[in-house]
Nanobody, 122 residues
Framework: QVHLVESGGGLVQAGGSLRLSCAAS????????MGWYRQAPGKQRELVAF???????HYAVSVLGRFTISRDNTKNTVYLDMNSLKPEDTAVYYC????????????????WGQGTQVTVSS
């Protein structure tokens, strides 16, 4: 069984910064992609950023230059450093990992955290 636990959300004023963390634990053989999604009230969940095991990164246009994703593969942990936060960044942020539980697992399967609230006040 795999668990993803997020931390670091909270309330911050516009222009401020937050750091989100997500640690994956349980039966894990290898992790391919780790990333962050967010869902604002009344909107669909959207990709924020992801980082592959090889180091490639991808960001949503709306966060380019403000957010930075990083990973500590030794700890199965992904981070999201969020700077210059805007009220429109307010959302529940979800951690995602595509991983294989066992060496004989044929596919990387997606797992999700329960989400952490980020609120940016104007």
């Amino acid at each position: 069984q795999v668990h993803l636990v997020e931390s670091g959300g909270g309330l911050v004023q516009a222009g401020g910064s937050l750091r989100l963390s997500c640690a994956a634990s349980g039966t894990i053989f290898s992790i391919n992609v780790m990333g962050w999604y967010r869902q604002a009230p009344g909107k669909q969940r959207e990709l924020v950023a992801f980082k592959t095991s090889g180091g490639s990164t991808h960001y949503a246009v709306s966060v380019l230059g403000r957010f930075t994703i990083s990973r500590d593969n030794t700890k199965n942990t992904v981070y999201l450093d969020m700077n210059s936060l805007k009220p429109e960044d307010t959302a529940v942020y979800y951690c995602n990992a595509e991983l294989r539980e066992y060496s004989y697992s044929r596919r990387f399967l997606p797992y999700w955290g329960q989400g952490t609230q980020v609120t940016v006040s104007s």
